[in-house]
C-alpha cells in the first residue's frame, strides 16, 4: 500500500516561513522522484518543486529563491521549506511521487495535502 503523508502547513503571517514535510511508504524511495505541487482557490494545480532521485532541484519560478526542497533517503521524507511567504502562496500543497527515469515501474502518487494560509 502506498501512502505519501504531508504534514506542516498552517496559517502564518505574510513573510513568515514553514516547512512541510511529505513521509512515503510503499515505494521505493530511494529510486523515487519527489515533488510539491499546490492548488489555490480557483486555480489549476501548479508544480512548486521537485527533487530526482539523484538530487536535482527545479523550482518554480514563482517561488525560486524562496523555497528550498530537500529529501532524506534514511527517513523517506521530502520537505518542503518556505520562507517569505507571500497570501499568494495560500495554497493546498500535495506531495507527489514517480518513478526516477531508470526505473522499470510506473506510477504516479500523491497525497491528501496540507493546507498553507498567508494571511495578515
Known amino acids: 500500500q502506498v501512502q505519501l503523508g504531508e504534514s506542516g502547513g498552517g496559517l502564518v503571517q505574510p513573510g513568515g516561513s514553514l516547512r512541510l514535510s511529505c513521509a512515503a511508504s510503499g515505494i521505493i524511495f530511494s529510486i523515487s522522484d519527489m515533488g510539491w505541487y499546490r492548488q489555490a482557490p480557483g486555480k489549476e494545480r501548479e508544480l512548486v518543486a521537485v527533487?530526482?532521485?539523484?538530487?536535482?532541484?527545479t523550482y518554480a519560478d514563482s517561488v525560486k529563491g524562496r523555497c528550498t526542497i530537500s529529501r532524506d533517503n534514511a527517513k523517506n521524507t521530502v520537505y518542503l521549506q518556505m520562507n517569505s511567504l507571500k497570501p499568494e502562496d495560500t495554497a493546498v500543497y500535495y506531495c507527489n511521487s514517480r518513478p526516477a527515469w531508470n526505473s522499470p515501474l510506473r506510477y504516479d502518487y500523491w497525497g491528501q495535502g496540507t493546507q498553507v494560509t498567508v494571511s495578515s
Open positions: 527533487i530526482t532521485s539523484g538530487g536535482s532541484t
